[in-house]
Each structure stands twice: as structure tokens, then as C-alpha cells.
């Protein structure tokens, strides 16, 4: 069973009150690690310190997300929190077309070439744009062929472009290649939106069902495939990720770690 870690984007809302007690609480529901995405006026190394005092690692970075233009920074951010994986990656236009793929794969390899004689892993996250098809084909599979020496964070939502695919063939597919999995649980369901423009916001268009996500285990992604399909030699970490929710976030959080645990399906430092 692989450990599991949480990506701290989960609870932005929280960490931005008192991340200090957003960590206490991770540490006492029993996760492992943490994966931060900002560090909320933290110096690296008193997060990494009040980290590893709650018993818990820093398991991998989102801070800062990996371009070609920070990486000094992102080594240097790396080596203080005591990591060395980083995650990157990038937006639709990035992935619209045959051109912008090819271009977007020399980006990723030449950020990989620069971290790696650092000692540190670049694992790009993906996004659904990158599972849509292009002739026929999955635009991270033509992206991963472009660059073969980049790793993966492969979330594992995402990867189903909303069910479109078979989730744990993406996983299976991927699986040497991905040290990272992002967990995470929702109704596969894509999202129906209409412009407020009474308050210059997206929202859900009336009467369409919810696209919010789900704790892990309540929702319609293939969990237990999804780990099966991973390489055990080669994923280190499950990180579990919320990106919104219609619920409490942090019943989300907990009710993930306790299926995870229950289903023998990852490895916490609480049963």
C-alpha cells in the first residue's frame, strides 16, 4: 500500500484563516504528507518544520507550480522543503492542437532536463484537455511520446475527461510513468455553466445536475481500479485532491482518508 498525502489546495479557504490548524487537523485525521500549494506567509522551512513536528512529510510541491521561468526558484524551494518532485503544467491552448502540443512537449522537456541535474522530478498535472482526443488519439498520450523522459502527476478524475475514457486503462497506460496519482471522486459529470452577468460570474446553469466533487468513494471514478492499475514500483505517493465540493471540506478530507484506510487501499499513520 502506498502512503497518503493531501494536496493542500483542498482547504485554501481554511489555510487562509489558520493553516497552522488546517495541518493539526490533517495530522490528526492521519495523513502522511501534505502537498502544499502556497505557503500562506510560511518561510519554507517553518512550514517543513511545523510539517514534520505534526509527524506528517512534505511529500511534493505545487509551490511554486514548476514554468521555465522559475525554475532557480523552484530548485531552491525544493531543497528547502526537503521534496524532490514538482509538479507543472498547463492550460487548453496548450493542448488545442497538433502545433501547440509539440511545443508544449519541448517546454516540459527542457524544464525536465534543468530540474533533473538538480535531483528533482518534474510530474506535470494534467487537467481533462489533455485526455480529449486528437485524430483518434489522447492528447497526453501524443504530449507523453514528445517527451519521454517527464513524469506525471495523473489525476485520475481528469483522466476519465468526464467518463469518457476507461480511467483505469488512462492509469494502467500511464503507470510507469506516473509517481504521483492524484485521487479524487466526483459524478463525472461536465460542467454546465451560464455567465451572471449581474455578478461577472460562471454558474451552474438551472436545473443541471451538480459537477462538484465528491469524497473519495462516494462518486462514480473507479477508486479501487485506479490503485490496482498503478505501478508499484513506481507511484510513491496517493495524493487526494478536492478541488470544490458542495459539502463541508473537511468532511470531504476525512471521509476520503477513512475509505482509503477502511479499503486497505493506502497506508495513513491512523487506522
Known amino acids: 500500500m502506498k502512503p497518503i498525502s493531501i494536496q493542500l489546495y483542498t482547504l485554501r479557504e481554511a489555510s487562509a484563516k489558520d493553516f497552522a490548524g488546517v495541518l493539526k487537523r490533517l495530522a490528526a485525521i492521519g495523513y502522511k504528507g501534505v502537498e502544499p500549494a502556497g505557503l500562506y506567509n510560511f518561510t519554507p522551512r517553518d512550514f517543513r518544520r511545523m ?15 514548476a514554468k521555465p521561468d522559475n525554475l532557480p526558484e523552484t530548485i531552491d524551494m525544493c531543497k528547502e522543503l526537503g521534496v524532490d518532485m514538482v509538479a507543472g503544467g498547463w492550460g487548453g491552448n496548450e493542448f488545442k ?24 522530478t518534474l510530474t506535470v498535472h494534467n487537467h481533462a484537455w489533455e485526455f480529449e482526443k486528437l485524430n483518434g488519439r489522447i492528447k497526453h498520450e501524443i504530449f507523453a511520446e514528445l517527451c519521454p523522459k517527464v513524469k506525471f502527476e495523473l489525476d485520475t478524475y481528469w483522466a476519465s475527461n468526464f467518463g469518457e475514457n476507461n480511467v483505469v486503462e488512462m492509469v494502467r497506460r500511464f503507470a510507469h510513468r506516473s509517481p504521483l496519482l492524484h485521487i479524487k471522486d466526483g459524478p463525472l459529470v461536465r460542467p454546465v455553466e451560464v455567465y451572471n452577468a449581474a455578478t461577472s460570474t460562471l454558474e451552474l446553469k438551472p436545473g443541471a445536475q451538480s ?14 481500479g485506479i490503485i490496482g492499475a498503478m505501478d508499484p514500483a513506481v507511484t510513491k505517493w496517493l495524493v487526494v485532491e478536492q478541488d470544490n465540493s458542495d459539502t463541508d471540506m473537511f468532511e470531504c478530507v476525512e471521509r ?4 482509503l484506510i477502511e479499503n486497505k487501499l493506502a497506508e495513513g499513520n491512523r487506522k
Do not use: C, F
Not at 510539517?51 to 507550480?65: A, F, I, Q, R
Not at 492542437?97 to 538538480?118: P, V
Not at 466533487?213 to 479501487?224: E, F, Q, R, T
Open 256 to 259: 476520503s482518508y477513512r475509505y
Open 97 to 120: 492542437d497538433m502545433d501547440a502540443i509539440k511545443q508544449t512537449a519541448e517546454m516540459a522537456a527542457g524544464m525536465e532536463a534543468t530540474l533533473s541535474k538538480a535531483g528533482i
Open 211 to 224: 459537477a462538484s466533487l465528491l469524497a473519495v468513494g462516494s462518486g462514480k471514478n473507479d477508486i479501487k
Open 51 to 65: 510539517v514534520e513536528d505534526l509527524g506528517m512529510v512534505v511529500s511534493s510541491t505545487h509551490s511554486p507550480w
